[in-house]
């Protein structure tokens, strides 16, 4: 029943359960040695990505529709985040249950294995169509800034993060477990290159990137980041991937370039708007789309390198 | 009994479900609503989702002691809302016009019966994310009952999700904040002003934009 593939993404799931366990150890321990330091941020944060994992290992071992059904939750909660966060128009109202719809389908085209449509839906008929619903209202002010920010949500909420998704099927054999392995891999070196940034830089972080958008950005993070995502890269890409040596070592660089970039965006936004988080559903993190604006990034472009590639 | 078990499946599972999947609720300082009755809610009003997402955050050991005050003349107005309303929501309906009776008493009868009342005292949905003004039979039901504790909350987005005329829903996450209990001063426009400002400062809490 289990092939080889499937078995190294169930043992690379172990692997990273293991993680959350000296996670959780390393937590209790600092609430022992010092009770006078508040910690529950932090432990709210662990306990958030147990959730997190054991959501993600259900999905991807179900496969089929299962696995696809959770990514179109999660791009459901992310533009509901996005849509509750952004100014709307009261005229709109309709015209953002317009946008919900594109999720099931979006989702739909994955299903079906349908590439041609799914890379086109959103960013032509959904495009076309949503200043076409708008019209009719009739409501022109401010009309082009809300065709703008509508369009733009669906495209880092619903369209992005289905290339995740589609990851899936791309194996031709459909739904297989290489598709398992390539999600696995994916979502492992963006969340690992967030936190390896995150350690660089506060260990050796000075010089910053953008600071008027994020502070916490250094050329130190960055760089400490992009080399030991290279190396988790090249360790990961032969057990879940089909990717060759140099290839791997690539898709690592790119999956820490891109998911820098994603992180940053959403951080302009967020400062655009005025908002610290852009929502409270996962403790300790804030919203879907805090944990996801590096997804937004490097899913489409990790999609692309691998299926230009090797499918 | 068929009712009471609708009831809970519509409150305990498909309400709660609704809620937690596809509204989602942000809610701040939870721990100070009531756990047990009597006890008085009050909340402004923008949906009828507004009570529906307040009962999902009560005990739902405490569900036959929730009651919304609501509307008689809307929400009796034919067999099947009524039955849905009273039975399965587990209305309190009052009636807005002034008549002869007192129509807070039945709002006094469920308190004496140790209830928890959820109070909308805008007394209708009225325009999307905005507050009317406030009806003053809180103040009344506070003079009455100083020992029962009145719990300000202050809600946004339903509004937009379901707003007064609309059929169609669309999701959006709502901001819940609960403030702390506001017992009785000794006087009805001195506490209606304490409430009104306690609403207004729970709003400051999320730097919410118009909608328009």
Redesign the interface.
Known sequence: MFNSASHSVLSILAIVYGVLVVASIIVATLKQKHPSNDYTELALRVRSWWVMVTLLAIAITLRGGWALAFFA?IS??AL??Y??MV????AD??V??WC?LSIPLQYLWVWQDWYGMFIIFIPVYAFLFLPLRMVLIGATDRFLQSASTLHWGLMMTVFTVSHMAFLLVLPESGGSAQGAGLVLFLLLLTQFNDVAQYCWGKLLGRRKIVPSVSPNKTWGGFIGGLLTTSLLALILSPVLTPLSVWHGLLAGSLIAVAGFFGDVVISAVKRDI??KDA???IPGHGGVLDRIDSLTFTAPLFFHFIRYLYF | MITKLLRLIFIGVINRLFVLLVIGLNVRNRQRLPDSGPAIIVANHNSHLDTLALISLLPLRRLNDIQAVAAADYFLRNRIVAWFALKIIGILPIRRTTGRDDPLAGCKEALDQGKILLLFPEGSRGAPEQRAKFKTGIARLAEAYPEVPITPVFMHGLGKALPKGEIIFVPFFCDIFVGENLSWQGDRRQYMASLVTAIENLAKEGQFSTWD
């Open positions: 939750f459901f909660l509901k985040e849509l509750s100014p709307t128009r009261r109202r309709r953002l249950g919900y005025g908002v929502g409270s559903t």
